[in-house]
Structure formats: structure tokens, C-alpha cells
């Protein structure tokens, strides 16, 4: 390939929309141009990132025994409201109507269309299990599309299918998947960490994310040094404390605090720990009746220690709070407590409240809280003693660094991350709504056990571009690049020794099957070695006349500080075994 016949469009300066580094670059490096918000052109620089991306997913799909199809972008309403998901879904969903005013939505995933395929075509035990997946467009209405690839509204995923007899079987589809997962991030040459995770909105038993590990990743993966645990940190589980609740050691006394509404400004004041105080939040779930009206709402106290932070994915699984959950308002909160915000606690409420304690809080004794009364808190406040028991002891608090970790190895770490894949045990939810059964060996129908794995393929270039780049510009994992070398010849157009060195060396890497691009565009060296680093591109190669009368060319990877001399009938081999070694 030579660059006069590709297309090369760089920029010096990332026009002023561009947010997070990897949009900037992805700008300035000429690989994507923006349509409309979320919305982008894949640039030819782009394109060969997002192909060579795709094929190390088929190869290894393809290998776990998965087969391909292809899955319309727009598809019927009524499989999305067989499910229910077309009112649940909310405005990200985008729906649209055609000339004859049916119902249809523009894909941000397949679950229903793919059920509906295995319904007809699955009729049999002898069928399963089988696994299907697909690479194609999806489109989710984002409410503020932003950072580039990284949330736009439409964007490309791998997503797959697995249909079992039952549990044991999706077990191991799931496994197959996971594996497969590992391989296909293996090959990119990402850091990464697949760690356990909830299983939101899709829904789902288990489910794994894999994030791509950046400092500007959105998500906080919580991980031990010591063991294999990782997981989100919406899953991962605060341990409760190894020691018993001490004695009670002092009197409950009811203490000024004048101005002093948060836990932060209450232990400077007193002079104590953080880690002293207890911290309230009020929810409230609402009853309903047949008709979607209101008949009732129960109040709930939520307490968390003081340097806690409240994990809503957890409450949002427990007893009493899974139907869905609020935060209370201002009147609910003064109806119950007798108080405004900021001096909330569970001794004496105005009105009864459900008490959920978390796991660290049941533990604490000679605590402080809010005492339902403006300009005080109570210290010295005991469990058993001083008010009742709390109706729920659970872990409902955010991991922090330094926590025991739960498989007892060692502590939590964390780091952040950025989720390029998911893979969930889905169960029966979609077959069982969608009536797709297979009939077992007594002629008896049974619904398929599911699961679902997606990656998310023009994500990936996104966050293979937070982790990997520097002050000139993006630094590809030679996998994925657009180019895995570039030869940049010095006088090309002026010079006819530089000119065939730079045509045979060209031809010699190609045939030795390296992906290669020669920059015959007669730029000066600056402004040619600028585009490439901004590109990326792993390995460049150099070639001067000053260096053939010497008998070499400059060899060097985007990630050196020095180009080496080599031999110019050694290129070619050298390079091969640095890309293929």
C-alpha cells in the first residue's frame, strides 16, 4: 500500500468538541469525522482498525463453535413488546413508523430477534446446543452522546446468542464464551480485566464485564493483588467486620452542632474519626394498585458509616426494595423524622421507618447520627440499647481500597476501567416470554436456557487509544493498527536510490506478510514522521540517502527513543520477527 493511493488526513489541532483523548486523536489522526452528535464517518485510517479488530472476533467465535449471520438494524415492534422491552426500555430505544404507521425500533440489540429465529428453527434437543452472533450497526439514543466512540449513539457490536437444554449446558456455552472472550482480548493486546459484574437492564444470573484498564475509564473495577477476585464495583461485596460489636462505652447524649450538617463537619467539630459517624438516607417504595395508582408508600432508613458511600445497585437487590426504589422527598422526610436533611437518624423518628443498616454500621458501637432534631446529633449511641435492632442488616456500601477481600487472599485494590465486553447467563427470561421451546426426548416442549456476549467493537479503538498513547499521538498494539509498519522514505520523489531501496524493502515486508504502508508522498521529514506517530503506527522504518551510502536504515517502534541501524537486506527479517515473535 502506498499512502498516495490510501487516504491520509490529519490535523494539527482537535477541533473544539473533541473531550477525552481518545476522541481528540481519533480526530487529529484523521480515523473518524463527525456526521452528528454521536454520530460519526469511519475514515479509511479508521475502517482498517475497526476490520482488523472484527476478524480476531470471527477467528475466535468461529473457533468456540459459534456461527455467524447477519441481523436486520430495524426490526418489528411487536417482538420488543412480546418481551415488554418496548415500553421498559425508555427513550434511548429510538422508534420510528413506516409508511403505513406500524411500530419499529432501530436496534441497540437483538435478544428478540434472535429468540424469534431460534423459535422456529430450534424445534429439537437434538439441535442443541447452538450459538449465534453477529457483527453489526446499533443505534442507542443517547440522552448526552459524548466522548467520541466512547458514548456515541451508533456503533458497532459483536453480539452472540447461545441456546442450551438447560442450566449445566448454558454453563458451559457460557464458559465457551468467556474463554473466547479472553482469547479475542489476549490478541489485541490490551490490559484488561474481566471481572464479575451486574446484570442491569438485559437481565440475567451471572455475568462477567471485560474493561479495557485506563485512568480515564468511567468504571471502577475493584480487584485484589493477591487472588483472581475482581468484579465491578457495583458487585463486589464489603465484608463484614471479623471483629464482634464492642460494649457500649458511654452515654447517649444529645449534642449541639450548630451549622454542622454533614458527617465531614460533624467529626471536625467533635474532633473525632470520620469512621465514628453514621450516615442517613431515606428511600421510599410506593404500592400500586391494578390501575398504576398509589395506595401506599413505606419509608426507608438507609445507614452507612460516615466515610461510606451508599452502592444503589446493591440496595436495589434487597428485600422490600427490589420492585424499585426513590429517594424520599423533603415532605415524606419531614412527615417521618420531624426534620429537615442533614440531621437525620434512626432514634426517635416521627413515623415508624424500615432500618437498614449496612453490614459495617450493625457493627459500630458509641456511634454518632443525626438526632431528628435541627443543629444536633447524638453521640455515644448503641445498638440494643438505645434504639432497636435494625429491621435489615446488608452489605449496601461501595468497596473501598485497603477492604479484606472476599475470597479471604488478601485486600481490594482499585483501578479504573473501561467496559468493552459483556457476557450474561440470560436463563429462560427471553425464551420463556417468547414462547421458544425445543421438545426434550419425551416429545415434551421446554423453554432454552440463554445467553448473551457482546463486545463492542468500535469501542475498542477507543479504549485501546486511552490506555495506549502519549504526547505525539496514539501507540497502536501492533494487532489492531491500521498499518503494522510504515516506511518513510527521505527524498523519494527527488532521490531514485532512496525511491527503489523504499519500492523493494516495501515489497519484501509485504511478502512476508506484514501490513505495511509507504509514505510516497514527498513530505518533508517532519511533517511525515508527526503523521505517523499521530497515527500510530508500531514500526517505522527510515530511508535516506546518507544511510544507504552506509549500507543501513533506521529501524524504530513508536515506543522506542532511538531508531537502531540495520543492515538494509536485514529489514525485512527484522521486523518480521518483532511483529510475529
Given at each position: ?236 461485596e464489603a465484608v463484614a467486620p471479623a471483629a464482634p460489636r464492642a460494649a457500649a462505652g458511654a452515654a447517649l447524649a444529645k449534642t449541639p452542632t450548630p451549622g454542622k450538617s454533614t458527617c465531614e463537619d460533624v467529626a471536625d467539630l467533635l474532633g473525632v474519626p470520620l469512621q ?306
Amino acid at each position: 500500500m502506498k499512502a498516495s493511493r490510501f487516504f491520509v488526513s490529519t490535523l494539527k489541532e482537535a477541533p473544539a468538541d473533541a473531550e477525552v483523548v481518545s476522541h481528540k486523536l481519533m480526530m487529529r489522526a484523521g480515523l473518524i469525522k463527525r456526521l452528528s452528535a454521536g454520530i460519526y464517518n469511519y475514515m479509511p485510517m479508521g475502517l482498517r482498525v475497526i476490520r482488523k479488530v472484527e476478524a480476531i472476533i470471527r477467528e475466535e467465535m468461529n473457533r468456540a463453535g459459534a456461527v455467524e449471520l447477519l441481523m436486520p438494524v430495524v426490526q418489528p415492534a411487536e417482538l420488543w413488546q412480546e418481551t415488554g422491552r418496548f415500553d421498559k426500555m425508555g427513550p434511548e430505544l429510538l422508534r420510528v413508523k413506516d409508511r403505513h404507521d406500524r411500530d419499529f425500533i432501530i436496534q441497540p440489540t437483538s435478544e428478540e430477534v434472535i429468540t424469534d429465529i431460534a423459535r422456529q428453527e430450534l424445534r429439537s434437543y437434538k439441535q442443541l446446543p447452538r450459538n449465534f452472533y453477529h457483527i453489526q450497526t446499533k443505534f442507542r439514543d443517547e440522552r448526552r452522546p459524548r466522548f467520541g466512540v466512547m458514548r456515541g449513539r451508533e456503533f458497532t457490536m459483536k453480539d452472540a446468542y447461545s441456546f442450551d437444554r438447560d442450566k449445566d449446558g448454558a454453563a458451559k456455552s457460557y464458559d465457551a464464551m468467556f474463554g473466547a472472550y479472553r482469547a479475542i482480548f489476549d490478541r489485541f493486546g490490551l490490559q484488561y480485566r474481566a471481572v464479575a459484574a451486574d446484570t442491569g437492564a438485559i437481565g440475567g444470573d451471572l455475568s462477567h464485564e471485560f474493561q479495557v484498564i485506563a485512568d480515564t475509564g468511567e468504571d471502577a473495577i475493584v480487584y485484589c493483588p493477591d487472588s483472581d477476585y475482581a468484579a465491578n464495583i457495583e458487585l463486589a461485596e464489603a465484608v463484614a467486620p471479623a471483629a464482634p460489636r464492642a460494649a457500649a462505652g458511654a452515654a447517649l447524649a444529645k449534642t449541639p452542632t450548630p451549622g454542622k450538617s454533614t458527617c465531614e463537619d460533624v467529626a471536625d467539630l467533635l474532633g473525632v474519626p470520620l469512621q465514628t459517624t453514621v450516615k442517613s438516607l431515606v428511600l421510599a417504595t410506593d404500592e400500586r394498585n391494578e390501575a398504576g395508582d398509589i395506595t401506599g408508600t413505606t419509608v426507608w432508613l438507609l445507614l452507612v458509616r460516615g466515610d461510606h458511600s451508599l452502592n444503589e445497585v446493591k440496595t436495589g437487590k434487597l428485600p422490600g426494595l427490589k420492585a424499585g426504589w426513590r429517594f424520599a422527598t423533603v415532605g415524606e422526610i419531614e412527615e417521618h423524622f420531624g426534620c429537615k436533611p442533614g440531621y437525620l437518624g434512626p432514634i426517635g423518628t416521627r413515623k415508624p421507618v424500615k432500618v437498614i443498616a449496612d453490614r459495617t454500621v450493625a457493627a459500630m458501637s458509641d456511634f454518632i447520627c443525626g438526632a431528628n432534631a435541627v443543629d444536633f446529633h447524638y453521640t455515644g449511641a448503641n445498638w440494643g440499647r438505645d434504639l432497636p435492632e435494625p429491621d435489615l442488616v446488608a452489605d449496601i456500601r461501595n468497596v473501598l481500597p485497603g477492604d479484606p477481600s472476599p475470597d479471604g487472599k488478601g485486600t481490594l485494590a482499585i483501578q479504573r476501567g473501561i467496559e468493552v465486553g459483556h457476557v450474561f447467563y440470560l436463563g429462560t427470561k427471553y425464551s420463556a416470554a417468547m414462547s421458544a421451546v425445543y421438545l426434550d426426548e419425551n416429545g415434551k416442549p421446554q423453554p432454552m436456557e440463554m445467553g448473551c456476549y457482546g463486545i463492542g467493537v468500535t469501542r475498542i479503538l477507543g479504549a485501546a487509544i486511552e490506555q495506549n498513547h502519549d504526547e505525539r499521538g496514539i501507540v497502536w498494539p501492533a494487532a489492531i493498527a491500521p498499518f503494522e509498519a510504515v516506511i518513510c522514505p527521505i527524498g523519494y520523489d527527488r532521490s531514485d536510490d532512496v525511491r527503489a531501496a523504499a519500492d523493494q524493502l516495501h515489497d519484501a515486508l509485504a511478502a512476508a506478510g506484514i501490513d505495511v504502508i509507504l509514505d510516497d508522498r514527498g513530505e518533508r521529514p517532519g511533517a511525515m514522521f508527526a503523521d505517523w506517530e499521530l497515527i500510530g503506527v508500531p514500526w517505522r522504518v527510515v530511508i535516506s540517502d546518507r544511510g544507504l551510502k552506509a549500507g543501513t536504515v533506521e529501524v524504530q517502534g513508536r515506543r522506542e527513543a532511538e531508531a537502531t541501524a540495520l543492515p538494509v537486506a536485514a529489514a525485512a527479517d527484522t521486523l518480521k520477527a518483532r511483529l510475529r515473535g
